[in-house]
């Protein structure tokens, strides 16, 4: 019998934990700009935090098999309160400057990954145990993810107007609060029977069969063509991405005088318009043809954004660009989830996943730092036109790599349990 609250309760914590997370996203790199009017010293602050997101995530993979991914999500929503709770606390005690947000956000960012990749491998059984196809899931997931970034977006610039952003990170502790106790709640314990840790097949002390284990999940993902090649293209875009939502946005907010509400405005438009995608996607996606929508979903979700904010364009066209590309970034999760889900075998989900999305956010670090180094070097017009011809190109790297050439194909019998049993193609450009 399929049971499908879980799937609810999965998704609505994800609504808390987003929204949550976009508000810091905003409100901390608008704290450091406007207290020490430096885009560099910013793109710092947003590298601190995003360096132990990224590693801690790719070696949690071993755990998250093994310790089962509902308990690392839970465990790591609630060990993120207090260190969220940090910042006013230290603010109330007269000592915060940028020196003690460094730590206190590194800490936040290592605490996230786990949570998020945990998060993330719940899907597959939780759309087996509502007997949903994986697109759905992926495709409420996503749009649930777009509905959280368009209320913290727009929490965000409310909230920095009326009570600072100091005190605005007070309400991301109560929306990660919540995020733990659904998850607590509503996922259910997996049973023995259905649990989805393996079984220990290393001899010897935990660190060697631990390190045996996150190898074991690194070999599977580096020979499967199709997972490289999702990786690389996101780990690109998402570089530029945080080049653009942790300075290029702010910085464009601040000199036009604009202020924190058009940083909100900006991304809640976007963020607003992707939830309709996501939830096409979601009722759609298992029937179109994926590598087609894929590819023009990223080339209108990418370029436009960053030419329309470099040449002042008037507020219609901003925003209606802005929609249009929010309409098509709702198409995108939905489907690369599908796809990674369906080629990781479910003993691996854990670490492969793990080690695939911190890949894809391994470079989101450097996101601020190339955001700050290009302003401070050619200017904000410049820096925004570089980045979006970069976006450019990247966004046509499936028309050119053949590791896409299986994207679009749909699994059309049982998928191997164990990567020896699965021998992959191998990568090529």
Known sequence: MSNRKPIAALITAEAFSI?????????????????????????????????????????????????????????????????????PLLHLAGVLSVWVILPVVALLG?????????????????????????????????????????????????????????NALGVNAAAVTVSAVLLAWGVPRPSPASSTEPTPTYAGDRVAAYVAELREGWTFLRRDAVLVGITTMVALTN?????????????????TGSGAAAVGLVFAVFSGFSILGA??????????????????????????????????????????????????????????????????????????????????????????????????????RAALVSIGVAYLFVTLMPLVRKSFREFGQRPTGPRPEHPVDAPRAPVSA
């Open 279 to 380: 939830l096409l996607a979601s009722a759609w996606a298992d029937r179109l043809p994926r590598l087609p929508v894929y590819v023009v979903a990223f080339v209108l979700t990418g370029i436009p954004r960053y030419f329309v904010l470099a040449f002042d364009a008037p507020a219609w066209l901003l925003l209606s660009t802005l929609a249009v590309g929010g309409f098509a970034a709702g198409f995108i999760n939905p489907i690369i989830g599908a796809v990674v889900f369906e080629r990781i075998p479910k003993a691996l989900r854990g670490r492969v996943s793990s080690l695939s999305t911190a890949l894809c956010w391994s470079l989101i670090p450097f996101g601020g730092l190339l955001g700050g180094g290009l302003v401070a070097t050619v200017g904000l």
């Open 110 to 166: 290592g605490l996230r990954g786990p949570a998020d990749s945990a998060k993330y491998a719940l899907v597959p059984d939780l759309a087996e145990l509502g007997a949903v196809p994986l697109e759905r899931v992926t495709g409420l997931s996503s749009a649930v993810e777009r509905f959280g970034s368009t209320a913290g977006a727009a929490l965000a610039g409310a909230l920095v107007v009326l009570v600072g952003p100091v």
């Open 239 to 255: 570089l530029l991405e945080q080049a653009y939502a942790a300075l290029l946005v702010p910085v464009w907010a601040k000199e």
């Open 19 to 87: 929204t949550g997370t976009r508000l810091s996203m905003i409100a901390i790199p608008w704290l450091v700009l406007t207290t020490t009017e430096d885009p560099v010293l910013t793109g710092v602050v947003a590298f601190a935090e995003m360096l132990p997101y990224v590693v801690v995530k790719a070696l949690s993979g071993p755990v998250v098999d093994r310790l089962g991914a509902r308990r690392i999500a839970v465990a790591g929503d609630v060990l993120s309160v207090p260190a969220l709770l940090l910042v």
